[in-house]
């Protein structure tokens, strides 16, 4: 088995329609990392994208295979949805010592869903829809429900590449400082300024302006960008939007959360 992770291409949620229409699949893009299941028939080892085995091993129960999925541990959706240990297996490229990646994505999704059930939990295989239904997935489950994003298939070979629709919002912050190459920012609630977190992506001229006189800044409005906001009002993987003269005061835990829920 030589098999690389497929590349992901990378749109905008106004592209939804447009990819809906031209790629045969869609599932949910999970908050996990990047894992190779490899099923011996008595223990599954867990590898990531660096070829590092994960020290738990799990029960393979019979299966023999090398499965490609999402290991859902340790992030704030997995604990907080319940689903913290969970590996979402999505493809599958060797079955029963042989090689299936070769196969159309429609013939190996049934080898998949066999060995998800037979090797059962932690184990399960992602929820594969035609394409035609990723509008209303995006909005029940990504706007609503609070997923990652979307990923679209091709019904083709292993290693063609996917495209990836991610939810990002922008969020109205106050600095209240810098260093490292990053600003700290923070939100107004109850009256008060607390501090949300960290916001990178600045530009070297912006880092060195930060660097050289940080307290200029302090005070000042700016964009951030990002996915999910955390309960705090920070953005996981958050950068650096640019400056902006909207009040300082406006810039609320309340306001973060209405826009990071389309609201």
Not at 50 to 57: E, F, P
Not at 205 to 210: I, L, N, Q, V, Y
Not at 233 to 259: I, N, Q, S, V
Request: with cysteine; hydrophobic share 40%.
């Amino acid at each position: 088995m030589n098999y690389d992770r497929p590349e992901f291409l990378d749109l905008k949620a106004d592209k939804l329609e447009a990819a809906a229409g031209c790629v045969d699949f869609v599932e949910i893009k999970h908050d996990g990392r990047w894992v190779w299941a490899t099923a011996d028939g008595e223990t599954v080892t867990l590898t990531s994208l660096t070829g590092k085995a994960q020290a738990k091993r799990f029960p393979a129960r019979g299966v023999v295979g090398v499965f490609a999925g999402e290991y859902l541990h340790g992030t704030t959706r997995a604990r907080t949805c319940g689903s913290n240990g969970a590996v979402i297996l999505f493809d599958v490229v060797e079955f029963d010592r042989r090689d299936v990646g070769g196969l159309l994505l429609s013939e190996r999704r049934p080898l998949l869903e066999r060995a998800a059930v037979a090797l059962g939990s932690p184990f399960e295989a992602s929820d594969l829809r035609p394409a035609s239904e990723a509008p209303e997935m995006w909005d029940r489950l990504v706007m609503r429900g609070g997923h990652e994003g979307l990923v679209f298939k091709f019904d083709d070979a292993f290693g063609r590449e996917w495209v990836r629709l991610k939810r990002t919002c922008t969020i109205d912050y106050v600095c209240i400082g810098a260093g490292a190459g990053s600003v700290c920012v923070g939100l107004y609630e109850g009256g008060e300024l607390r501090e949300a977190g960290r916001l990178f992506g600045l530009t070297s001229k912006t880092r060195a302006e930060m660097e050289a006189n940080p307290g200029a800044f302090v005070g000042r409005t700016l964009r951030g960008t990002g996915m999910e906001l955390t309960e705090r009002g920070a953005l996981r993987h958050g950068r650096f939007a640019g400056w902006h003269d909207k009040p300082a005061e406006a810039c609320t835990l309340g306001a973060a959360r209405r826009a990071s829920s389309g609201l």
